[in-house]
T-cell receptor, first 110, second 115 residues
Framework: GQNIDQPTEMTATEGAIVQINCTYQ??????LFWYQQHAGEAPTFLSY????GLEEKGRFSSFLSRSKGYSYLLLKELQMKDSASYLC???????????FGTGTRLQVFP | DSGVTQTPKHLITATGQRVTLRCSPR?????VYWYQQSLDQGLQFLIQ???????AKGNILERFSAQQFPDLHSELNLSSLELGDSALYFC??????????????FGPGTRLTVL
């Protein structure tokens, strides 16, 4: 079976750091994506990991451990505009389709 | 703007009806994916086309069908609509031969409301 787990909701304060975790169990693996989605809008690509380790991209970093089936997204220097849902998705090995978790709704407070 | 377009933006219809959602992928992208997102639910993969051919199928209902045309645009047909079909329907496209990540680019979605 295929299963991707993320916390449903998180809150944080402007300027702080927040880590959003994602665990997965999938029959095939060809990379893990993080997308940001504001309510009612399209998901937008944030980061991609296919090898173990940390990928840094400005205020956003993403980590992957394939042996543990685990990833996290780290957001630094939080801004109010970072309030959104963050979607973890695993790419299928054979077809490139994405299997999404239910997403983590992040609320940033002043 | 991702470069993926979807029409219509909003659609309100009645149970039992049939609708067609349209998607134009980014220029050059050969793969098109359809996803359904119900209220407070994650994105559910429905179906993928690559260069006109069906490549992968998710939990797509038999009442739903899709196709990709020679110009690479795609249509998702939903028939015998039920209240539970109310959702945001997203189309995404990618170019398997290009880009470091081969990420999927999502269109703005079609919000379907079945009354």
């Amino acid at each position: 079976g295929q299963n991707i787990d993320q916390p449903t909701e998180m809150t944080a304060t402007e300027g702080a750091i927040v880590q959003i975790n994602c665990t997965y169990q999938t029959s095939g693996f060809n990379g893990l994506f993080w997308y940001q989605q504001h309510a009612g809008e399209a998901p937008t690509f944030l980061s991609y990991n296919v090898l173990d380790g940390l990928e840094e991209k400005g205020r956003f970093s993403s980590f992957l451990s394939r042996s543990k089936g685990y990833s996290y997204l780290l957001l630094k220097e939080l801004q109010m505009k970072d309030s959104a849902s963050y979607l973890c998705a695993v790419r299928d090995q054979d077809t490139d389709k994405l299997i999404f978790g239910t997403g983590t709704r992040l609320q940033v407070f002043p | 703007d991702s470069g993926v377009t979807q029409t219509p933006k909003h659609l309100i219809t009645a149970t039992g009806q049939r609708v067609t959602l349209r998607c134009s992928p980014r220029s050059g992208d050969l793969s098109v994916y359809w996803y359904q997102q119900s209220l407070d639910q994650g994105l559910q993969f429905l179906i993928q086309y690559y260069n006109g051919e069906e490549r992968a199928k998710g939990n797509i209902l038999e009442r739903f069908s899709a196709q990709q045309f020679p110009d690479l645009h795609s249509e998702l047909n939903l028939s015998s609509l039920e209240l539970g079909d109310s959702a945001l329907y997203f189309c995404a496209s990618s170019d398997p031969a290009g880009g470091s990540y081969n990420e999927q680019f999502f269109g703005p979605g079609t919000r379907l409301t079945v009354l």
